[in-house]
């Protein structure tokens, strides 16, 4: 139930200028996006890579509305490829098709993606579609189809709460395209996708095993223990090479976990979103977890106790 409501709570700009302008949200929010600029970003990749563990780059923006502000997206895209291959870093970047301006024509998405794709194909920067709701699923697929034959140096996301994605997954894999798979972090009906986590979570485990198999360098993205203990055992019984695949998660998610997986030898990459735009991203985080809720509210509560002249703990 909260899950659903922070969900729905993550669509509506009113709350967005609340949070994104309050200082106790704008301060625990840090813990799961990397600053706002590309050099706070560009210091956690570098953070991270002293830990063995690689990065995507996210610049936070989605549900663009105007054909300027989708264009203006792409040129700050194109700027961070320039600020990646100046640092001398080998970040990949995540992108969402609706912050490229699928909302206003799928050709100006296209155009957009097209510029982003020619220069990071140049720069040899691997770039990942993330998914979105499911209103978008067979448009992002489809996009992806057409550009993958031009720039082989991108892949795409499949959400394994979707009943639709099992056949999706069979024809990645048969055309060899890279996916990640996640659960899926929206809010969907129950005539596309599976309500309850066991469900999820079964057809995760379905799909994970048919990536690992027979996938292109599969993204196993999760944070789920029993998903990845999964993951470890079906490669060590099938005898797939460790390094086949990768482990993904979170900026700020289970730090720990990530730091274990990449000592014991795997592959781990971090999801780095940075940027102005993080208000949605950070409410779809609170959603997955409401003890990150209960410590956005005892942050509120203990500078409202300050601000009235008691102590903070
Ligand atoms: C690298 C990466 C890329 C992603 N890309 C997409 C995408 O393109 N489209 C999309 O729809 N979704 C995406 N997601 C989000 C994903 O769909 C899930 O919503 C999210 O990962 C939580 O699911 P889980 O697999 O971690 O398992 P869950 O069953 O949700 O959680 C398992 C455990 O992980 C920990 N955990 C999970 N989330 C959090 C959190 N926010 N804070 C603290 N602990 C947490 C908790 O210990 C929890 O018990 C991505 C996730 C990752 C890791």
């Given at each position: 139930?909260?899950?659903?409501v922070l969900?729905?709570?993550s669509e509506r700009r009113w709350l967005r200028k609340l949070i994104t302008r309050y200082g106790p949200t704008r301060a625990f929010a840090w813990r799961f996006v990397a600053g706002e600029t590309t050099e706070s970003a560009l210091d956690a990749v570098r953070e991270l890579s002293s830990r063995g563990i690689a990065s995507t780059l996210d610049l936070l923006g989605e549900s663009v509305r105007d054909a300027r502000d989708a264009e203006e997206s792409a040129n700050e895209y194109l700027r961070l490829l320039d600020a990646i291959r100046e640092s001398g870093l080998a970040a990949h970047i995540s992108?969402?098709?609706t912050q490229l301006g699928l909302d206003v024509s799928e050709e100006l998405c296209r155009g957009n993606l097209e510029r982003i794709l020619e220069k990071a194909s140049?720069?040899?920067v691997f770039v990942r579609f993330d998914m979105e709701s499911s209103a978008y699923t067979q448009r992002t697929l489809?996009?992806?189809?057409?550009l993958r034959q031009r720039w082989s140096n991108c892949g795409v996301v499949i959400q394994s709460y979707l009943y639709r994605s099992e056949q999706d997954v069979e024809e990645l894999i048969r055309t060899g395209a890279r996916v990640r798979l996640c659960k899926g972090a929206y809010l969907e009906p129950s005539s596309v996708a599976y309500q309850r986590k066991r469900d999820v979570d079964a057809s995760y485990v379905r799909l994970m095993e048919k990536l690992l198999s027979?996938?292109?360098y599969p993204a196993i993205a999760t944070h789920d223990p029993d998903m990845i203990a999964h993951a470890k055992e079906y490669v060590r019984e099938k005898g797939i090479p460790p390094r086949s695949f990768e482990f993904q998660m979170l900026y700020g998610v289970r730090r720990d976990l990530q730091e274990a997986l990449a000592r014991e030898g795997y592959n781990v990459r971090c999801y780095v979103p940075f940027g102005t735009e993080w208000y949605p991203y950070f409410m779809r985080r609170l959603a997955e977890r409401p003890a990150n809720l209960m410590f956005v509210l005892r942050?509120?509560?203990?500078?409202?106790?300050?601000?009235?002249?008691?102590r903070t703990p």
């Open positions: 139930m909260l899950r659903r969900l729905y709570l992108l969402k098709l140049e720069y040899g489809d996009i992806f189809g057409d027979a996938g292109n942050s509120v509560l203990a500078e409202r106790r300050g601000a009235a002249g008691g």
